[in-house]
RNA sequence: GCGGGGAUGCCCGAGCUAGGUCAAAGGGGGCGGACUGAGGCUCCGCUGGUGUAGACCUGCGUGGGUUCAAGUCCCACUCCCCGCACCA
């Protein structure tokens, strides 16, 4: 058995992580349950352990932990996947297969969608324990338990109460075959159906109204003819009581967007260029002409015609007439009047993909910097003109915004949808349209008072790291009305109308609140029947009268109360942690529905935000195949070297980068800790020396500095000072008593390690515990606490004296490095008192905002050589390093201090080193100043 | 388009919210050495260029600017990544 596994089955025995009510201050975290259709990858591994070393952090600092778990089934990717399995779909029985090495036997079972949920909902737990997460797992349940239905049933009363749920209708992608509608999941090559509005605008014809679509109406002015395909077919059709003319499968599709859509007949394309057409604003009659690029399957496949703004219209036209004048309507600095004329006859396309390219770049100058022509409104029908006025010389976006409003108010136009990024394709093989979906249900994400309840809320919040408080806000404001029921999936119905599911991301909003009685109704076996809209509002609220609710519910009075304290004492929730992903929907939406339900007290204190994992420098996915199985790598690092990785070594804001070569200098790094732990009873050392102070400053100012670092969850820069820092620390001591010749300090080394285990357990609890045991200590490491430090044991002059020396060694060094020759020697000259004294002055004045100048007339050098001198040593304390500017200040004998170090410089250098007082004659002979800790070295 | 975040030495990555201690932390890789039967363990040193003395030169996306002094501040530009709704 591993370290690992034997941990795991100890505090799974001893049960310290199952956390109960008592007098302790609580500290409630939580992280978004995981949704069991697929085995967890490495990316999952990331936000579950950061929560965790969180958790594991504030046990030792006291607090009494709750870290609950839960399993999301609601809603369609479960069956999705399940029906691919069905229908052996080759990419999703591969992944299973091959990458997640699912048992041949038991992938074809997973073609039941619950099956498959319970599945990976255990492989999900599996690796969640082989992690080492610090869960507590009598509160377990998932989405679709019906005792979580009625909490959720409870929520949405409550919402629909407060009138936060309203009734709408809404465009959708669509399946026109199988009637459901699509999302990413359900199409081919997961592409998520981007729907967008056209404006249709009614041009007249002897034949019905021709609705042209566009995406920019505000150039009405300057249309000079319809374009149509003469290829295909056309109908003349009876939409909203007017007879139009549109392309035969706009037709259809817009009969998902329209009811009573009649078709009275057939015309082709071609006939239609025969006639022509009346444009509503100007009154302008136009030419229907031909082209073969007018697409029938978008909008309604009649286009207009405005050269001198759409580089196709001009391009096209050119070539059918040389009558036709372009007409100008947007006005942008740089260009002529007609920016599409200019454009395609100075590039000179040569085919649609070039005048795409022109067009997509016209259409973005135009909207940024384009004005609306005072001649182009003027050419509008005397009745509309002083109407329209008001758009001369505003901005395109604005134009476009107020010409559509009027377009539809004066009946001279309407909006349709379209798939925008089409032809999108339903897994079983038909394209997506759009269809508006009637009587669908809303949360009221635009609700003002709710909106402020929010803000509210999210000032009020702590968030890990600060930076994303501004994406925060941003989604805050900009969310609307959100679909909270779909039609179809796994969940609980909607429970005024019950043909509608809620789904996933509403009905995950604050089952935080359920975990903390989850373990009860388990143990009391509460029905859901029992839990009723009274028991929900009692437990959460503290709403109604118990003895009733007791009648009412048949569950006893005593049970009530404990319930209802059990939520009192851990609610609210102090943390929330979540990937980066989840903060413009499901972090939000839990923010939003915590204002909408609890009381101010109640609502969450923090959120920490993860970024994602990328495996050897790439994100994840299932066309590069590097899908990483999580419990595969917890097999081959362990789980305390994939904690590190996963969470430790980037900045939680950030990717992590999850790579091999990182990994395994985890794991090396781990492997010392181990050996030097298990080796400290070979030390016999017992002397107190420099080195053995030095150490214990390191170690209490490395705990000192931990403290804050932990609390702000900044475990890069923990890990960094915990594991790399302490390790190059200890062998850095080894390095001192090694060149002292002498043995290290067993006693103090035993202490270090003590101290160490514990600073490790949050981000290695398996190999903590296990040194921890070794060591003789009793107890689980895991809840023992967070290290002190003893101020008194940080020295910083201490800390100060070992750099210098260190300084004085790399000075050496860097001498001998261009040095011909084979020196024994180092002779150091120390700087003497006089040059002390300049120097503090030195100092002094430049703290104070002297200068040079200033100096120089507080010291007046009688000659050259000691303006030089004057000079130079000013300039010397300008750029003095802070660490040496506070050792001088602390006061030292550089004399005493270098023989200190002496040991360690003849060790490191391989020289013999003199130390002597500085004094002119070496300055004559060497030309070297020496300064106050900068003395001159001189090698021989 | 809107919003957010980036661009650093062979590679990865800190530092840039308080400008000087930055040739620029820490890894990785490479080179050399110690230990060892051996090492893929560990430890030490080197790893921009030049240089017979701890120095100098070049340098942190591009172009300007502020300053005695800029990777760090200001302006403009180029490029890259992420999110943008009914999908978990």
Known sequence: MSIGEKWQKKWKESKIFEANVDSREKFYTTVAFPYPNSPFHLGHGRTYVTADIYARYMRMKGYNVLFPM????????????????????KEVIDIFKNIYEIPDQVIPKLSDPLFMANYFKDDIKKAMDEMGLSIDWRREFTTIDPEFSSFIVWQFNTLQKRGFVVKDTHPVGWCPVHHLPVGMHDTKGDMEPDIGEYTLIFFESKSGYLPAATLRPETIFGVVAIWVNPKEKYVIAEVKGRKVILSERSAFKLTFQ??????????????????????????DTIPILGADFVDVNTATGIVMSVPAHAPFDYFYLKKVSSSIRPIAVVQVDGYNEFPAVELVEKSNPKNDTDLKKLTEQLYRIEYNKGRMRKDAIERSKE???????????????????????????????????????????????????????????????????????????????????????????????????????????????????????????????????????????KAYKLRASQMTFDFWDYVLLGKGDINDISKLTGISIDVLQQLRSEFMYWYPLDMRHSGSDLIPNHLSFFIFNHAAIFPEDLWPRGIAVNGLVLYEGKKMSKSLRNIIPLRKTIRIYGPDVIRITLSSLSDMGS??????????????????????????????????????KWLMSRLNSSIKQSISLMDNMRFRDANNLILFGL?????????????????????????????????????????????????????????????????????????????????IIDDIRSILNVYKGNPKIAT???????????????????????????????????????????????????????????????????????????????????????????????????????????????LS
Request: glycine share 6%; net charge negative; with cysteine.
């Open 258 to 283: 329209i009811d009573n859509i009649k078709v009275l007949e057939k015309i082709s394309g071609s006939e239609l260029t025969k006639i022509t057409a009346i444009n509503p604003v100007t009154g």
């Open 727 to 807: 390790l190059s620390d200890v062998n850095e001591y080894m390095e001192m008593v090694k060149a002292e010749g002498r043995d290290p300090n067993g006693s103090i080394l035993r202490d270090f390690v003590i101290a160490w285990t514990r600073l490790l357990a949050p981000f290695a609890p398996h190999i903590a515990e296990e040194v921890w045991n070794a060591l003789g200590n009793s107890g689980f490491v895991s809840v023992s606490r967070w290290p002190n430090y003893d101020e008194s044991n940080i020295d910083l002059k201490l800390e100060l004296e070992h750099e210098y020396h260190k300084e």
């Open 655 to 692: 990717e992590a980068n999850f790579t091999d070569a990182a990994a395994k200098s985890v794991m090396d790094s781990l492997k010392r800790f181990y050996e030097i732990a298990s080796s400290i009873s070979s030390f016999n050392g017992n002397e107190l020396g420099f080195a053995e």
């Open 383 to 521: 009745e509309f003109r002083s109407e329209l006025g008001s758009v001369i010389g505003i901005s395109v976006p604005e134009a476009r915004k107020s010409i559509t409003d009027f377009l539809i108010s004066h009946g001279l136009g309407d909006k349709i949808y379209e798939i925008m990024n089409k032809p999108v394709y339903c897994r079983c093989g038909n394209e997506v349209v759009v269809k508006i979906l009637k009587d669908q249900w809303f949360l009221d994400y635009g609700n003002p008072e709710w909106k402020a309840l929010v803000r509210k809320l999210v000032s009020k919040m702590r968030l890990v790291p600060d930076e994303v408080r501004k994406d925060f806000e941003y989604s805050i404001e900009w969310l609307q009305k959100r679909a909270c029921a779909r039609t179809r999936g796994l969940g609980t119905p909607l429970p005024w109308d019950k043909k509608w599911i809620i789904e996933s991301l509403s009905d995950s909003t604050i089952y935080m609140a359920y975990y903390t009685i989850a373990h009860k109704i």
């Open 828 to 938: 150091i000259y120390v700087a003497n008192t006089s040059e002390h004294t300049l120097l503090m002055d030195a100092l002094k004045t430049t703290a104070g905002g002297g200068t040079l100048k200033t100096f120089m007339s507080s010291h007046r050098p009688k000659n050259k050589e000691e303006a030089k001198e004057l000079q130079d040593i000013f300039e010397y304390a300008t750029e003095m390093s802070d660490s040496k500017k506070k050792l001088l200040l602390l006061g030292v004998d550089e004399e005493v201090l270098l023989k200190e170090g002496l040991p360690l410089i003849k060790y490191k250098t391989g020289l013999d080193i003199e130390v002597q007082k500085y004094s002119d004659e070496i300055m004559r002979k060497y030309k070297k100043e020496s300064f106050p800790l900068r003395p001159s070295i001189v």
């Open 70 to 89: 839960g399993f999301h089934y609601t809603g369609t990717p479960i069956i999705t996947m399940a029906d691919d399995v069905a229908k052996g779909e």
